[in-house]
């Protein structure tokens, strides 16, 4: 039986957030496929557009959450 791909899984594929085995399956398909080839490409371009952003929390934020979890740590302790 073929296996029907959606956007979601070209998504997924794009962000990696597919096993291995999925990320295999999806690229044949998008490569045998000439519409999920262009949805692929569409929503590459969609990804290129969007801003780029930093995860990097500033210090004062770690420090933050160091405290709060050492307090809280130390809560659970007591109780």
């Not at 899984?9 to 490569?31: G, P």
């Not at 080839?37 to 959450?65: G, I, R, T």
Request: proline share 3%; charged share 25%.
């Amino acid at each position: 039986m073929k296996q029907t791909y959606t956007q979601n899984h070209i998504v997924r594929y794009i962000y990696k957030d597919a096993s291995l085995t999925e990320q295999f399956e999806i690229e044949h398909a998008i490569h045998e496929d000439k519409s999920l080839w262009k949805e692929y490409k569409s929503l590459m371009k969609a990804v290129k557009l969007l801003p780029k952003v930093s995860f990097l929390p500033s210090k004062n934020v770690l420090q933050d959450l160091m405290v709060y979890s050492s307090i809280t740590a130390l809560e659970a302790k007591l109780q």
